[in-house]
């Protein structure tokens, strides 16, 4: 992300953050949230910019970034792709879409693409157990996913990408 | 528009109470008389707990302080629980109207839905909701023209963290710190959110009240059984031929339940999530209910085909990923049942081993810090003692 902002418009990015949702401590999730959001990982040095906003120590930052499955700071793609692990979904034939998955996307789980398009993660319980096997992308919830349905959800993803490019 | 993400079951009580009825019923109640309603009415936490909600609200209520909040509990991360999904996607306002009427019975100004993360499609269901409500006089300045009675609701996100459902770790991730588990007491009603007293309630214990309220504690109490009083969502998933969300009223047995969602032949149901216990078919007879099987309601039906131990290992990986890591016996605990579970699917289980750990698990539920320590298990043990048999001629070769 550093090579897309100057740090000054990252401090600014972060201040309007802070203007809208308070100085406080409460503010750390939404903020990180956000950052990961639209820049798909939570750098060093953005750590250190909201740790100075919020007036807190970057450990903390890292602190709980580190915590919270979906505020990972490692670059993730701008399609992030969570597969359900648990035992309905399971049940349901997860095994199949996570090997679909594997084959289109050429990655392992807890990888990303080459292109920084795709990442790949299992999740917990996504609440979908009546009707797994469950994706989420991004916020978007898939259910009774084939390995067929897969494929074409990640085509759906790499058609979005195109569009946004043009 | 919310994304509807249709769920099969049976026909639900929430869809037969009168919009808001609870609400005036509860506001031309003195705050004492409403507190005193709900405990009359046996309500007792739908999340899982079970602890009684007027109980609960009783003690916020007593606390003296110049703000109070009101916590909706919709992390609903327990494996195979999604009730509080089709809760807030069909019957949001009943929750609010919880919320609302939580509020007014303990003197909370601020009403908080802390949603998972997983659930980020439904945000903009419930801000349409809440700004309806805010419209209609329902939520804001003098709500109902009750004067001096302001009360709003936010909604904040959850991060993915299974921990956050625990009350405690909750309220740290709302203040902006690692999901950890605190130390009680002090308990949230007398010291919660920011150190106010504060009420933590699932996301079906607060529609639930909305019907006590409408209909009557005699009403409520005409289901289920004596200690507990109501119905219940059950989510259940698995090998079924219908699953989705039921309600049932407490005491329903595991084997009439099956035969509604079409899972009769199962050799085993989970009920209580990965937390909770396996129940193995000659124990079908067993109720649903906090004096027999307690559950937040997550009915697994597992198959006479399926591998018991894949069970066990699937919730075991599960909690070895999502212990905060806080305290010793569930961080280092966890991984030790899992490597039980994997060396006696692979028929190398050492018997002492095997003892050391069931001895560890043992101690886990006494000496964790928080549920998820103390009931990750549950599964662990009930298996290698309801499933014996299955286990010991699977090591033996057989």
């Known amino acids: 992300m550093a090579t897309t902002m100057t740090n000054d418009e990252l401090r600014a990015d972060i201040e309007a953050l802070v203007e809208r949702l308070g100085p406080g401590r409460a503010s750390l999730i939404p903020i990180l949230a956000d950052v990961k959001r639209r820049f798909h990982e939570i750098d060093s040095e953005t ?51 996570a090997d679909a998955l594997r084959t289109e996307l050429g990655i392992g789980f807890d990888e990303t693409t080459e ?5 790949l993660e299992w999740t917990s319980c996504m609440g979908m157990c009546d009707q797994g096997p469950a994706l989420l992308v991004n916020d978007e919830v898939h259910t009774r996913v084939t390995p067929e349905k897969a494929k074409a959800v990640v085509a759906a993803c790499r058609a979005a990408a195109v569009a946004k490019e043009a | 528009m919310p994304v509807i993400i249709e769920t099969q079951g049976n026909a639900l009580t929430y869809e037969t109470i009168e919009p808001e009825a609870g609400l005036k019923a509860a506001l031309a109640t003195s705050r004492a008389d409403l507190v ?51 809760i807030l996607t069909r019957f949001a306002d009943l929750v609010l109207e919880g919320m609302t009427i939580g509020g007014y019975a303990v003197g909370a100004s601020l009403g908080i839905i802390y949603l998972r993360a997983e659930y980020t499609y439904l945000r903009p269901h419930l801000n349409d909701v809440i700004q ?17 009675f302001d009360f709003d609701v936010i909604v904040a996100m959850g991060a993915g963290a299974y921990v956050c ?26 010291a919660g959110l920011l150190n106010n007293p504060t009420v933590v309630n699932n996301v079906e214990t607060l529609a639930s009240v909305a019907a006590i309220m409408a209909k009557g504690t005699e009403w409520f109490k005409s289901f289920g059984t004596d200690k507990s009083s109501g119905y219940k969502l059950f989510s259940v998933s698995g090998d079924c031929d219908k699953p989705g969300v039921y309600e049932f009223p407490w005491g329903i047995t595991v084997a009439e339940l099956l ?8 050799k085993a149901v989970q009920i209580g999530g990965a937390s909770g216990v396996c129940v193995p ?66 028929g190398a289980c050492p018997p002492e081993f095997l003892e050391n750990v069931k001895e560890l698990a043992g101690t886990m539920q006494v000496a964790s810090k928080c549920g998820l320590g103390q009931t990750s298990p549950s599964a662990f043990l009930s298996i290698l003692e309801g499933f014996g048999d299955e286990i010991h001629n699977r090591a033996a070769g057989a």
């Open chain 2, 36 to 86: 005193d309603t709900i405990r009359d009415s046996g309500l007792m936490g739908r999340g899982g707990a079970g602890f009684p909600t007027g109980m609960k609200w009783g003690f916020c209520a007593a606390e003296k302080a110049d703000q109070k909040y009101v916590i909706c509990n919709a992390d609903e991360g327990e494996p195979g629980t999604f009730k509080d999904r089709v």
């Open chain 2, 132 to 148: 309806k409500r805010r419209a209609a006089g329902l939520l804001g300045h003098d709500v109902c023209g009750v004067e001096g």
């Open chain 1, 47 to 97: 750590m250190q910019t909201i740790a100075d906003v919020l007036d807190i120590h970057p450990v903390e930052v890292h602190s709980v970034a580190s915590f919270y499955a979906f505020l990972h700071s490692a670059p993730e793609g701008q399609f992030v792709i969570r597969l359900c692990g648990t035992l309905p979904c399971d049940f349901a034939g997860k095994q199949a879409v």
């Open chain 1, 115 to 119: 292109d920084g398009l795709f990442t």
């Open chain 2, 281 to 346: 078919a000659r124990d079908f007879e067993r109720r649903l209910a906090f004096e027999d099987i307690p559950t937040g309601g997550s009915v697994m039906v597992i198959g006479p085909d399926r591998d018991i131990l894949d069970v066990a290992e699937n919730f075991l990986e599960f909690f070895v990923e999502e212990s905060c890591g806080q305290c010793t016996p569930c961080r280092l605990g966890n991984p030790q049942m899992l490597e039980a579970v994997k060396l006696l699917k692979a």
């Open chain 2, 165 to 190: 459902g625990e009350e405690t770790a909750l309220i740290e991730s709302l203040e902006g710190f690692r999901g950890e588990p605190r130390n009680r007491p002090p308990f949230p009603v007398v």
């Open chain 2, 259 to 266: 035969k509604e969602v079409g899972g009769e032949g199962a």
